[in-house]
T-cell receptor, first 111, second 114 residues
Framework: GDSVTQMEGPVTLSEEAFLTINCTYTATGYPSLFWYVQYPGEGLQLLLKATKADDKGSNKGFEATYRKETTSFHLEKGSVQVSDSAVYFCALRSLNDKIIFGKGTRLHILP | SQTIHQWPATLVQPVGSPLSLECTVEGTSNPNLYWYRQAAGRGLQLLFYSVGIGQISSEVPQNLSASRPQDRQFILSSKKLLLSDSGFYLC?????????????FGEGSRLTVL
């Protein structure tokens, strides 16, 4: 069945470091792919999305590219800030409207 | 604008008691509705989803059930709670018929089974 696998955390970086959080998926057909973020004490919210192969989603300095050949959707940011500390979830939406998430990656940014 | 309401926010129940969590969406019609459980280290586990009234897809065999008696109402139930049912339950909605649509979450219900 469909599944999402993302790197386990926690990930701890210094401010202004480069960030990569890996995400790979297994799905039938061509799902839409998403990154959601959960800031401390808040609910989940959409960070970015990509709906077809080679699409790049971007928001708040974060980017992720839909790679069909490697079934991946890695999240990247060139220079992280303390305010980026949060839990990040990779997700896919399949053609039958099922939406599944990875286990989440907790990110700590040190000043 | 669309809103999603989920209740109760917290509840403490004894083992073997029944459960009913309710979720309603306003400001949209024919939404897709979802129930997730969020646990530390396990991310968001999809429990049930529904693309229409009376249509329920179950993802995880367990002690829970879901129903959709009205277009914008989604209910999570159990006849007899287990200790392992403790957790944080999230209801969410998305636009039906759009594979690109994002999820919008309720505020969650924290269930403690004693």
């Amino acid at each position: 069945g469909d599944s999402v696998t993302q790197m386990e955390g926690p990930v701890t970086l210094s401010e202004e470091a480069f960030l990569t959080i890996n995400c790979t998926y297994t799905a039938t057909g061509y799902p839409s792919l998403f990154w959601y973020v959960q800031y401390p004490g808040e609910g989940l919210q959409l960070l970015l999305k990509a709906t077809k192969a080679d699409d790049k989603g971007s928001n708040k300095g974060f980017e992720a590219t839909y790679r069909k050949e490697t079934t991946s959707f890695h999240l990247e940011k060139g220079s992280v800030q303390v305010s980026d500390s949060a839990v990040y979830f990779c997700a896919l939406r399949s053609l039958n409207d099922k939406i599944i998430f990875g286990k989440g990656t907790r990110l700590h940014i040190l000043p | 604008s669309q809103t999603i309401h989920q209740w109760p926010a917290t509840l403490v129940q004894p083992v073997g008691s029944p459960l009913s969590l309710e979720c309603t969406v306003e400001g949209t019609s024919n939404p897709n509705l979802y129930w997730y459980r969020q646990a530390a280290g396990r991310g968001l586990q999809l429990l049930f989803y529904s693309v229409g009234i009376g249509q329920i897809s179950s993802e995880v065999p367990q002690n829970l059930s879901a129903s959709r008696p009205q277009d914008r109402q989604f209910i999570l139930s159990s006849k007899k709670l287990l200790l392992s049912d403790s957790g944080f339950y999230l209801c969410a909605w998305s636009t039906g018929g759009s594979v690109t649509g994002e999820l919008f979450f309720g505020e969650g219900s924290r269930l403690t089974v004693l």
